[in-house]
Structure formats: C-alpha cells, structure tokens
C-alpha cells in the first residue's frame, strides 16, 4: 500500500504505473490536481484513475506528520477539511513540486539574475543575463517543469549553439 503526496504531473505518473503494476495507490491532494493545466482535461485525467485504474484520491488533505511504527509501517496524519485523519502506508512518495536549488551556485557573482526563488531569469533563446551562459529546465523561471520539456529544450539549444539548427523551444505550447 502506497501513499502519493501530490497533485504534480509526476505524482500522479507514478500513481498510475503504481496502481498498473498492482499495488494499492492513494493520492493524497491539497488543492487541484495539475496544476497549470487545463482542468477539465485533470478531471477527467483523476477520473480515470480512479474508476478503471483503481486509483484512490484524498482530496482536500494536508500531510500533518508521518511516523514509522515498530512493523515498519508508516502512520500518516493528514487533515482532510479540518478534521484530523490516520492511515497505515508500506511505503510513501513526495510528489510536491521542485525546488530550483540554485542558492549554492551563487549566480550573483558572476552576474546572473534569478528571482527571489532562486529561478534563473533567461529570454526566449535560453539565455541567462550572462552572455554565453545558458539555463533550461526546472531552475528556470516560467518555463515547464516537465522531464520531456527540458530534454527537448536542451536539443533544441545544443543545436543552435552548434549552428545546425535555429528552432527555438516553444513554452507556451
């Protein structure tokens, strides 16, 4: 049995191929499922999983603490609309978003702008506020946080930098 904290594209990825493979899946949500996309279409997308996948959804459910009994099983408290609830889990997945984790890097320095999250601030070629000094993926500020999207922007990227290619990523797909 597996607790899925999240309502993130990955989240529920992992939730499905998860339930696919058999075991026993929630998916505990705090607000709205997919955030940033269209919510018909994550409705229906939390409807299938739930009635032909077998899919279980927490909704309205606010992780408060999670504690490893002497079983190894882990007890899960979490509010669902202010009222405090329990369950036993064998195991459990953070699925909460990404963090840019930039702050080490001090970009600053070297005169590169981020905001105040630590997102790095690049135009529509992928450039950072320091010449020929790129960013793409996650730690860039409005652009998808999706695998695929950032695979297919550093593609496109490392072509233009090699002079084959001039095919910008589009982000607002």
């Not at 904290?5 to 709205?32: H, K, N, Q």
């Not at 955030?35 to 606010?62: L, N």
């Not at 990404?98 to 905001?115: C, E, M």
């Amino acid at each position: 049995k597996t607790l899925v904290v999240g309502g993130s594209y990955v989240a529920l990825e992992c939730a499905g191929f998860l339930t696919a493979f058999g075991y026993d899946t929630s998916v505990l949500i705090r607000s709205v499922p997919l955030r940033g996309f269209d919510q018909q279409m994550a409705s229906k997308i939390v409807e299938y999983m739930e009635e032909f996948g077998g899919t279980t959804f927490i909704r309205k459910a606010t992780p408060e603490r999670v504690e490893r009994l002497d079983n190894g099983l882990l007890d899960v408290t979490f509010q669902v609309n202010g009222v405090e609830k329990h369950d036993t889990f064998d195991t459990g997945l953070r699925g909460l978003g990404r963090d840019p984790a930039t702050a080490k890097l001090n970009l600053a320095s070297i005169g590169i702008k981020v905001d105040a999250n630590g997102k790095i601030l690049t135009d529509d070629e992928d450039r950072t506020s320091m010449p020929n000094v790129y960013a793409i993926g996650d730690c860039v500020k409005d652009k998808w946080e999706l695998t695929p999207v950032a695979v297919m922007g550093g593609k496109l990227l490392a072509e233009r930098i090699a002079g084959v290619a001039t095919r910008r990523m589009d982000y607002d797909l």
